[in-house]
């Protein structure tokens, strides 16, 4: 269980270490919205399944652009 503070330290070693463009998705400027977001019963701490959540969601491989076929 991580309170924001410690959320957010651990959100910026992530983006550290990760491939640049799998967090294109997280913009730091975001962290507080997203933070209250993914603390789904608002308790003020992210627990293991609100941080996988918000990782799954905002560190991913970006998607493939199909070409459209004429």
Known sequence: M???TE????IEELQKIVNPEMSGNYKPENFDKLFTQYD???NGYLEKKEMCVF?????????TVQAAWI
């Open 55 to 63: 990782i799954k969601k905002n560190f991913r491989k970006p998607e």
């Open 7 to 10: 959320a957010r330290n651990f």
């Open 2 to 4: 991580l309170d924001k």
């Open 40 to 42: 789904d019963d608002k």
